[in-house]
């Protein structure tokens, strides 16, 4: 089985190969009305094709191309509602002779809209009746039988995956814009600034360096909410060290409290690095993974300290 398993994929791999020499210039075209088009991407398909189409419609979306998914059986009992004038319609079918979908281009005729077809049939009634065509080709299904659409709808995906790219460049998507789109899961922490994450200035006590221990652990328990660290700063209010009630308690723990008429700068920690708030969050990790450091000051626009982020919080599993 495992032969057979590495087989289907080698078999899929070549297909796409092919492919990548068969597209001609019409993927351009269509990324050109795409670009160009005030109205969005209503990708349609049947089966296995609505399927991939879902997928095609999520990568255009999620890479800035406005895009949404149609079934074409709805569509023909009231859902054609949402196709409005200047959408363009991405139909996909490797035979090109779906009946439901042939159904929903005729209706869709009546508006102003661009039709384009993914297929493997290029002389296809769906071909025929597209303005754009991408021909995928005939292709061999890795299926045993020969039936079941799975090459085909490989090649499907992939074609998906290369116009939503296209058109991504082309609009100059940023990690700024991707960020805006991905904002929840592991990818959304990646993508978060160092500012959304950050314990600003006005949640965290701030000390003098000659400030004595016990007041500045008085005023941290007390602080809301009781984050167990302060920042030390001159009289510029130049942060020069982070004071973590952690740190000093493992001291208390291991049979040497410190003194407590001691100034905090004996117990602070000197800021290894700062970080601007503006950063990516995951400048921030690998700033802690480089150095064996709990928190780091954040600076603004004009080097002011503006808040503290900490390791915890950055590391912490999503």
């Given at each position: ?15 796409l190969?092919t ?8 993927i ?69 002779e ?51 659409p ?40 990646e ?128």
């Amino acid at each position: 089985m495992l032969e057979r398993a590495k087989a289907i994929i080698r078999q899929e791999a070549a297909a796409l190969q092919t492919l990548s020499n068969r597209i001609d210039d019409h993927i351009c075209v269509l990324a050109d009305y795409i670009f160009s088009s005030t109205g969005i991407v209503i990708v349609c398909g049947v089966g296995k094709s609505r399927l991939i189409g879902e997928k095609i419609s999520a990568i255009l979306a999620s890479t800035g191309t406005r895009s949404i998914t149609l079934d074409p059986v709805d569509a023909l009992h009231g859902d054609l509602g949402r196709v409005r004038a200047g959408d363009v319609i991405l139909a996909l079918s490797n035979s090109g002779e779906t009946a439901e979908l042939m159904q929903l281009i005729r209706a869709i005729r009546q508006l102003p809209v661009i039709v384009a077809a993914i297929t493997g049939r290029a002389t296809s009634s769906l071909a025929q009746a597209a303005d754009v065509v991408i021909n995928i080709g005939s292709i061999q299904e890795a299926c045993a039988l020969g039936l079941a659409p799975t090459t085909s709808a490989t090649a499907m995906a992939v074609i998906g995956d290369a116009l939503a790219l296209l058109l991504q460049e082309r609009r100059g998507f940023t990690r700024h814009d991707f960020a805006r789109l991905h904002p929840g899961g592991s990818l959304g922490r990646e993508l978060m600034r160092v500012r959304d994450l950050m314990w600003p200035l006005e949640v965290i006590p701030v000390f003098r360096p000659g400030t004595p221990l016990s007041l500045a652990l008085l005023y941290m328990c007390r602080a809301s909410p009781n984050l167990g660290v302060a920042a030390v700063v001159d009289e510029q209010c130049n942060v020069v060290g982070t004071l973590n009630g952690d740190s000093i308690g493992r001291l208390a723990e291991c049979g040497a409290p410190p003194d407590l008429s001691d100034p905090v700068e004996r117990h602070m920690q000197p800021p290894l690095n700062t970080i601007s708030g503006h950063a990516f969050l995951d400048q921030a990790a690998q700033l802690f993974r480089q150095h064996e450091i709990e928190l780091i000051p954040v600076l603004d626009d004009q080097d002011k300290f503006v808040g503290l982020i900490s390791r915890q919080d950055v590391l912490k599993p999503c």
